[in-house]
């Protein structure tokens, strides 16, 4: 996110190599790089993570326990020792200031340089994190700074303004870089090169926003008043901090209201609806469809119709019936003698999507490919000749469908399908496919207003937020191990009735280093040990499109009582007769996989089950992922838990994720700022003269600058 001075001699001098500031030689350069730091504005970008309250010296009696403390002391007694409990060898210092004592420990040191440096007699200033064990005082790899003979402690603080009497920052640093060395040169980098830093914010935003000057803003980040609050500091509430978030904000949301407003300019499709297909669909819908899947598809029309592409994401929950949705805008294109592109994240799901699409569509007497990477040379080449010719009115397939050699006759709708898993980019592909076609992304996993708003700020939202009639809440229950024979006691009584049962593992067959339970080991020991003469099938991700078919088929015909599976069965398997599910090594899933998982029970009136077996190795962060999933059926509260626990790179599960790389703002904590940025963003980049007037040539640059490759903006330059 570069800082972006319109004036080019500027920019250069931000971009000055941090070898070239002082104190910066070439072993802490290498360091620095380590840590992503090349240039004098990666310097000012990298902030403390956070700070230490130096302003005050305290007695050794009114330390306070949990706190990072500064305090004065004489070496009372130093040596090498060992702890009862491990056995592990420490070096422990005993120092004294007449109030009090406290112990300084260290578990990594050299021996023969801790005695030469902490010898009896020798005073020192001291700073730590005060921790007490009864009635022990104890500060762990404390910091020092030794009195010379003779001298006072106000002399000591007084010749090193950097480390004492202020709030001091802290950095995320690698190793073998310390503190003391790293806040010279961030103090160097600051008063260096700050005062050349300038928003391109308009004025009056950031008046009304009470923002501070960019170079003020970083100054105060890296070197806080002593008036400031150290809470607000902590916190990130510091009004710092706050300006250099909504500074980040607010530029990719005007990249994003660009986006919004550039497609709303290019001419599309303006389908007609003519009811030639959707009327019959709905006829042969085994239900009837709930209010949302029917508001959901008059907002999806209404896009379609209009004389510009459609750019509309479409999230709900698992199981609120996106299927329907999704074909219902499919036969709109359709109906207009228009092909339509479904594009699924993993072979699995294509071909999931392709069972479903390719039973309703062929009953309307309309033909789907399937298209993916592990296709024969002749099986595909004959899929893209028949979108070639246009005889194929829709492709599902992984994102093979986006490759160069794909060619549809007319294509007027592309279906992304859980859209996290693409970035804009690839958005940028297919609509490339054709004459600015439709748009629609379909995703499964609730996503978190804050998420949604950074990743898809871009794209008009409808909410399918009401479930099929006829389901049932899952009740949840996590169990140890030691435990499972209970679950399979559940399992028993409903297939009893003649209820049926998924078993689900994570893995597919043993691998040497893995202890886990794989599926197709448990199926053979659930056949003959656990459910004699009951019907166990097993359903794994490498058995071919036709197998799982088959397997499928049988399951919801009811010849196989208990579906051993790994986690292929995360999306679109619809057996209402299926009321439990019992999950092996839960803490190794994802929040929304386990989510995604249990919504395959509860599809009908029954009451249904999900079993959540823990190993005895969990994490604390597993354990507390299962709690989320016992307390709750709903998606969006279980994606914020997600979010919170696992932090935004990991909830979307790869850094390419299409998540923009953030320097300062952290979406789990500023949600509310980057509402604001939105707002103002938005509001300014629907301004008639935006893209054209002087006054805003700063602000045109600054984005082009920090976003123009991201979000593909070359047009606005």
């Known amino acids: 996110m570069p800082l972006t001075p319109t004036d080019d001699r500027l920019r250069q001098l931000l971009a000055t190599p941090l070898d070239q500031v002082r104190g910066v030689g070439p072993r802490i350069a290498e360091k620095l790089a380590k840590m992503g730091l090349a240039s004098a504005e990666d310097a000012l970008y990298t902030l403390p993570h956070r700070y230490e309250d130096r302003r005050e010296l305290r007695k050794i009696a009114q330390l306070r326990d949990g706190l990072r403390e500064v305090f004065c002391g004489e070496i009372l007694a130093s040596a090498e020792t060992v702890t009862a409990r491990s056995r592990r060898r420490i070096f422990e210092v005993v120092a004294g200031d007449g109030s009090g004592q406290v112990s300084l420990k260290w578990f990594h040191y050299r021996k023969e340089w801790m005695k030469k440096k902490f010898p009896v007699g020798r005073r020192a ?72 830093a300038a928003s391109a914010i308009p004025e009056p935003i950031a008046r009304r926003r009470g923002l501070l000057p960019l170079q003020e803003a970083l100054r105060q980040a890296h070197w806080p008043g002593n008036d400031a609050s150290l809470v607000a500091l902590e916190a990130g509430r510091d009004q710092a901090r706050r300006t250099l978030v909504y500074d980040e904000f607010f530029f990719l949301e005007l990249g994003l209201a660009l986006k919004r407003r550039g497609v709303v300019l290019e ?54 019936g996106k299927t329907v949705v999704a074909l219902m805008a499919a036969l709109i294109a359709i109906e207009n003698d228009a092909q339509v592109a ?119 939202l409808s909410v399918i937020d009401e479930m099929p009639p006829g389901r049932t809440p899952v009740t949840t229950r996590v169990l140890p191990e030691s435990e499972r024979r209970k679950a399979y006691a559940v399992i028993e009584r409903e297939l009893a009735v003649g209820r049926q049962a998924y078993i689900v593992y994570p893995l597919v067959e043993e691998s040497e280093k893995s202890d886990l339970r794989s599926a197709s080991e448990g199926a053979e020991q659930l056949r003959e040990e656990i459910f004699p003469g009951r019907r166990v099938g097993l359903l794994h991700g490498r058995m ?28 679109g398997i619809d057996v209402p007769n299926a009321t ?42 597993g354990f507390r992922r299962l709690q989320v999933m016992a307390e709750s059926n709903d998606g969006f509260r279980i994606a914020e838990a997600d979010l919170e626990i696992r932090g935004p790179g990991e909830f979307l599960g790869t850094r390419q994720a299409g998540l923009p790389d953030f320097r300062v703002a952290n979406l ?50």
């Open 668 to 717: 789990l904590r500023d949600g509310r700022i980057l509402e604001e940025a939105r707002e103002d963003a938005f509001a300014l980049a629907n301004e008639v003269d935006f893209l054209t007037a002087d006054d805003y040539a700063p602000v045109r640059e600054t984005l082009l600058h920090r976003w123009g490759n991201r979000l593909e903006l070359a047009s606005i330059g």
């Open 580 to 621: 439990v599910m019992m999950v092996e090594h839960a803490e190794r899933f994802g929040l929304a996989q386990l989510h995604q998982l249990r919504g395959r029970v509860g599809r009908g009136a029954d009451k249904s089950t999900c079993l959540l077996v823990r190993s005895p190795r969990c994490s604390d962060e």
């Open 125 to 196: 200033v001291f700073s730590g994190e005060v921790k007490r064990f009864g009635p022990t005082r104890e500060v762990h790899h404390p910091d020092a700074e030794f009195l010379a003979e003779g001298q006072r402690v106000e002399q000591v603080l007084a010749a090193d303004p950097l480390n004492f009497g202020r709030i001091l920052p802290v950095y995320p640093l690698t190793e073998g870089l310390h503190q003391k060395a790293a806040r010279k040169i961030f103090m160097e980098v600051v008063e260096r090169f700050a005062p050349h």
């Open 544 to 571: 071919k499109p036709e197998e799982k078919e088959a397997t499928m088929a049988a399951f919801k015909a009811g010849e196989i009582e208990v579906l051993v599976s790994t986690t292929v069965i995360e999306v």
């Open 342 to 460: 479904v594009v699924a994240p993993t072979e699995i799901l294509a071909e999931q999507h392709y069972l479903q699409f390719h039973a309703w569509m062929e009953d309307l007497g309309l033909k789907v490919v399937l298209l993916s990477g592990s296709m024969a040379g002749k099986e595909k080449a004959a899929a893209l000749e028949i979108l070639r010719s246009g005889e194929g009115h829709m492709v599902v397939g992984t994102h093979a469908v986006l490759q160069e050699g794909v060619r549809f006759k007319r294509l007027g709708l592309g279906i992304i399908d859980e859209q996290h898993r693409f970035g804009v980019r690839q958005r940028g592909v297919l609509r490339r496919k054709g004459e600015h076609p439709d748009v629609l992304v379909m995703t499964a996993t609730p996503i978190p207003r804050t998420l949604s708003l950074t990743l898809y700020g871009d794209l008009a």
């Open 267 to 320: 001419e599309g499709i303006p389908f007609g609806v003519s009811h030639r297909y959707t009327k019959p669909l709905a006829a042969l819908l085994p239900y009837r469809l709930t209010g949302a899947q029917r508001r959901v598809p008059g907002e999806i029309k209404r896009d379609m119709m209009a004389p510009h592409p459609m750019n509309r994401l479409v999230q709900g929950d698992v199981g609120s």
